[in-house]
């Protein structure tokens, strides 16, 4: 399995976003799937994370409202939709993939064995 995230930018605050992740690989089912953030000199953070069929998500405090996350398996898709950005939400945003039971829902970082490259999000004030 491979991701490749996408869908970054410079925006400013109270704007949207829609980031995607695009996987390859055949068992993309199996996996549950997360976004963290790591802003510069910081620690990488847990966003929000998907179970492997969806029915379950699971959000940081600082995003719970305003961050949503799905997937399409049948896509091999993963988005986190992002309204009313803050500064604060400044940082490269990362999705990863969690190897995991159908009723698992992993926040970890440590759980999370397959990162794809960053896409940068940057919001103004």
């Known amino acids: 399995v491979q991701l490749q995230a996408s869908g970054g930018g410079l925006v400013q605050a109270g704007a949207s976003l829609r980031l995607s992740c695009t996987v390859s690989?055949?068992?993309?089912?199996?996996?549950?799937m997360g976004w963290f953030r790591q802003a510069p000199g910081k620690e990488r953070e847990f966003v929000a994370s998907?179970?492997?069929?969806?029915?379950?998500?699971k959000y940081a405090d600082s995003g719970q409202g305003r961050f949503s996350i799905s997937r399409d398996n049948a896509l091999k898709k993963v988005w986190l939709q992002m309204d009313n950005l803050e500064p604060e939400d400044t940082a490269m945003y990362f999705c990863?993939?969690?190897?995991?039971?159908?009723?698992?829902?992993?926040?970890?970082?440590?759980?999370?064995?397959?990162w794809g490259q960053g896409t940068q999000v940057t919001v103004s004030s």
């Open positions: 690989g055949s068992t993309f089912s199996y996996y549950s």
């Open positions: 998907i179970s492997r069929g969806g029915g379950w998500t």
């Open positions: 990863a993939a969690a190897r995991t039971i159908v009723t698992d829902l992993p926040v970890d970082i440590d759980r999370f064995t397959i």
